[in-house]
């Protein structure tokens, strides 16, 4: 996937999503401080209200312009993301529950 940002906001990026309450979310989006950012957003089954969590303690601040690989890893109940933005590849993250993104979990 090739983007260019049209709009501050709008991010892009890799999901693994069952519904509202129950995804995993790489996101490449603006930071008004760091420019291109990557970002997670989970919300593990939080029902009613769908709360997103941020498993980043900040995001991680990207090159300005290039190509970004984003890359998902599910073992069992372990879900891994990866990004390269032209410097290999790195995880981005914990190790995120996968399990919940089913009809099992509730």
Known sequence: LLFTF????FPAGLTLYYNRHK???LAITHDARLGRVATLMSCPGDWPDAKLSFPLAAPIALPGTGPVRLAADVDGARL???LDAGDGWRQVGPDLDASVVSDEAG
């Open 6 to 9: 049209m709009f501050i906001g």
């Open 23 to 25: 995804l995993h979310f």
């Open 80 to 82: 891994r993301f990866s």
